[in-house]
């Protein structure tokens, strides 16, 4: 059976029971941890061959019935740059007219790279309230819809090299495109969530990324107005010394944790060691992606994100409650591997479902 102690080298199997001594004192502070699913969105865009409609779909109503509150389940892009994600705007329309049907109450983000995205999204909204809007008047027995476009997401880099390369501008001027996105997502009433990409490593400039520059663009974004900053290792170069450094900076630049998220990817294996690391220091919002799903196609050899299954199965050892069913977790992970024709990424995964199966 997986066990966390013995998947640690031996270097960190001291920091592991330091950790789960601390996690005692965190536990009787907030015992919960927001668990934000990107999957759908971040962990499908990499995907080689064009994933159906109804996987899509199907993975999103998985999520949310295996207890995920925050999925990030699309974007508004170019197809010509990501074409994994050309039918958000179906995935977005389904969700609307399906209303929640898990007995858990999700809430969706959908990446926008500019006021065009956010307004492709916001069309499909209004178009089908519209409609429904019309036949309301009809049938009085009708329910009004509910938006599931609750969340938006921006994106930007901490390193010009790769702010070029992945939006093709640079750092300033991406700040100036997302001016227009908040203040419409304001006067909609939906949160931003700001990504910084690159964080802990750049494929072009290599790993040493200016903690500082970090911090001053997660200022600029909270003073623009976002709710939530996501620090992204897009690269997976990150270690536990860097991970901790980072935040110590965020931390004397003014930034509160509350208002920080982590985004680990896995390529050196290093992503559950780095967020140990963040909840030491008090993170307590973490992205992952189910069966380790994602990639990133402006970071040649970047490998997926932290997977669901692995950093579920942590928190619940260190006593902390996420809201997920990981036994049904495991079961999507398992699913969607399959759909995909992949192995599963998750560790975790794959042991209880291997065990699953040895029982029957």
């Known amino acids: 059976m997986f066990s966390l102690r013995s998947s640690l080298r031996p270097g960190y199997r001291k ?11 965190i536990a009787q502070q907030s015992n919960h941890v927001k668990v ?19 996987t899509k779909i199907g993975l999103i109503e998985r999520l949310a019935n295996a207890g995920l509150k925050h999925i990030e389940a699309g974007a508004f892009v170019s197809p010509n740059w990501v074409p994994q994600m050309a039918d958000s705007s179906k995935v977005l329309e389904y969700l609307t007219k399906q209303g929640q049907k898990s007995p858990h109450q999700a809430s969706y983000a959908w990446l926008v790279p500019n006021l065009k995205g956010l307004e492709s999204g916001l069309s499909t909204i209004d178009n089908l309230v519209e409609t429904v809007s019309a036949k309301n008047s009809k049938n009085d027995s009708m329910s009004p819809m509910n938006s599931p476009l609750d969340e938006i997401s921006v994106f930007t880099a901490a390193t010009e090299t790769f702010s070029r390369k992945n939006t093709n501008c640079t750092i300033k001027e991406s700040l100036d495109r997302f001016k227009p996105v908040f203040d419409l997502a304001k006067a909609r009433n939906i949160r931003v969530r700001a990504y910084i990409s690159v964080v802990l490593g750049c494929p072009y400039e290599g790993p040493d990324v200016s903690p500082s520059k970090v911090a ?29 450094q980072l935040l110590h900076v965020l931390e004397k630049a003014g930034i509160s ?68 069913d990981l036994e049904r977790l495991a079961e999507v992970g398992d699913w969607i591997s399959t759909q995909l024709g992949r192995q599963n990424g998750s560790r975790v995964g794959r042991a209880i479902m291997s065990r699953r199966r040895e029982k029957i």
């Open 15 to 25: 920091h592991f029971y330091q950790l789960k001594r601390w996690s005692s004192t």
């Open 36 to 54: 934000v699913e990107v999957g759908p969105r971040d962990g499908l865009q990499n995907e080689k061959n064009i994933v159906r409609l109804n």
């Open 216 to 244: 001053d663009l997660a200022n600029v974004l909270l003073d623009m107005g976002a709710n939530e900053i996501s620090l992204g290792d897009t690269t997976g170069m990150g270690t536990a010394p860097r991970t901790r």
């Open 257 to 324: 944790s509350t208002k920080l998220a982590v985004h680990f990817h896995d390529t050196f294996g290093q992503a559950l060691i780095n967020a140990s690391v963040a909840l030491e220091e008090g993170i307590q919002i973490f992205d992952s992606s189910v069966a380790g799903l994602g990639g990133c196609p402006y970071a040649k050899g970047a490998t997926g994100n932290l997977a669901t299954e692995d950093l579920v199965y942590f928190l619940h050892a260190m006593g902390l409650g996420t809201g997920v």
